[in-house]
């Protein structure tokens, strides 16, 4: 064989052989890999005369201290949010009358934490979530006016307060935010207007809230909350409205209250949509007028009504106990805050924790979290990869992480904050 031949027979064995040693990659693959994200974890704490936000790449193991590694905000008290696609944390702030400062965070291709944007909030808000390209957040009992700005009043010529108030914020318009308004008088055919909880993105250009329908709130009565007399305290209302808020149709059953936790002015959202699409709208059964035990229904995928078929009793699994907060973990399972006592109230405790399986109909309380009477705060919690994320602050000790595994209905403790006196949020950021 000519030495030319043997040069080009080395060349192509060569060649081959990469080809065997990088399977991932094939030789006539002319499109580059896609690129991988970089990502981090968010953490918002408080120490004791600041909040701060701190960036880490580990939950499990070893410490952080708000000493290093922190940034100091100009301000306290933000709820914060956190987005996938794209990949956001929203701060909202409210300052009791007066325009807050709402705040947004990403990271930048190298995964370093920037700040995107900030806005002005001027309404109050209850409840909150995403929907479409917008963080959403609302609040009822508002005095609706006509084009001039003049209020709407009722047959009896006192204002109304049926109107509720929307802030969309925009993840991808700089976070430019447009307050809009609706009214809810007569939304479900009984005369009465509601407060909305939650805001759950159906994918398909709407989003579905919980209504608590009420009498109009006694306008001499104290306390930030929307809501006055229940008068059906044993039906569920769940809205569809699209991005214009166009009411789109109404779910309604009477096998669950309404779908509402409550503490104070808040309205914590108890509706979750699982894997496969199908939603699941859970009733703390928070008012004390009715007969119907908490419970969860079902609204298939792309259903228009409830299914008629399906219904899970919580609280005889739970022994009596009732609920405030649901989040969805992963597939078929939540997680859900139990109060402590039977004999519930607004302000009452709520540090017992469990699992609900939707599609066993099981439920199991968490083991291996500090014990009711021992957990001072908790904070948000973040479900990633398949567990949740859980910060727990235990009397006599700094803020920690448990780590709740769904299947077993156990948690693990992770990393604590040094120095922290609460762990508000736990959120994943990724490059996009």
Not at 35 to 57: R, W
Not at 189 to 199: D, W
Not at 258 to 278: E, F, H, L, V
Request: hydrophobic letters at 35%; one cysteine or more.
């Amino acid at each position: 064989m000519s030495t030319k031949k043997q040069f080009f027979k080395k060349v192509f064995a060569s060649a081959f052989t990469v080809c065997l040693l990088l399977p991932l990659v094939s030789c006539d693959d002319k499109d580059s890999p896609a690129p991988k994200t970089k990502g981090s974890f968010f953490l918002s704490v408080n120490g004791e005369s600041a909040e701060y936000i701190i960036q880490t790449d580990n939950l499990e193991t070893g410490d952080l201290s708000i000493a290093s590694n922190s940034k100091t905000l100009l301000q306290s008290g933000h709820t914060w949010i956190f987005n996938n696609n794209p990949s956001v944390a929203i701060g909202l702030i409210y300052q009791q009358g007066s325009p807050g400062i709402g705040l947004g965070f990403g990271v930048d291709s190298d995964g370093k934490l920037k700040e995107l944007a900030n806005f002005q909030i001027t309404s109050r808000y209850t409840s909150y979530g995403f929907f479409d390209r917008y963080a959403l957040t609302s609040v009822g009992g508002v005095t609706p006016v006509d084009a001039n700005g003049n209020a709407l009043k009722d047959e009896s010529g006192n204002e109304r307060s049926d109107g509720v108030t929307f802030n969309f914020i925009d993840l991808k318009g700089g976070l430019s935010l447009q307050e809009k308004t609706i009214t809810t008088l007569n939304i479900t055919g009984n005369g009465e207007q509601a407060t909305l909880s939650g805001i759950v993105d159906m994918g398909n250009g709407e989003f579905l809230t919980g209504l608590v329908v009420s009498q109009p709130k006694d306008p001499n009565a104290g306390g930030g909350s929307s809501t006055g007399t229940i008068t059906y305290p044993d039906s569920v209302w769940v809205a569809a409205f699209d991005a214009e808020l166009n009411l789109k149709r109404i779910y309604r059953d009477d096998r669950i209250s309404y779908s509402s936790g409550r503490y104070r002015s808040q309205y914590y959202s108890q509706i979750g949509k699982a894997d496969d699409g199908n939603v699941y709208v859970f009733s703390g059964s928070y008012e004390s007028t009715t007969t119907r035990p908490c419970g969860v229904l079902k609204i298939n995928k792309n259903a228009t009504t409830f299914d008629p078929s399906w219904y899970f009793n919580i609280e005889e699994k739970t022994g009596g106990y009732k609920f405030r907060k649901v989040w969805h973990i992963t597939g078929n399972c939540f997680l859900l805050e139990l109060y402590n006592d039977f004999t519930l109230s607004a302000t009452g405790a709520a540090t017992q924790y469990g699992i609900v399986n939707v599609e066993t109909r099981t439920f199991n309380m968490i083991s291996g979290i500090p014990a009711k009477d021992k957990i001072i705060n908790t904070g948000l919690p973040m479900a990633y990869e398949g567990k949740m994320y859980f910060p727990i602050v235990e009397e006599g000790k700094y803020p920690a992480i448990y780590i709740i595994d769904p299947a077993t209905a156990t948690a693990d403790k992770g990393i604590s904050i040094t120095g922290a006196t609460s762990l508000n949020a736990i959120g994943r950021l990724t490059s996009q």
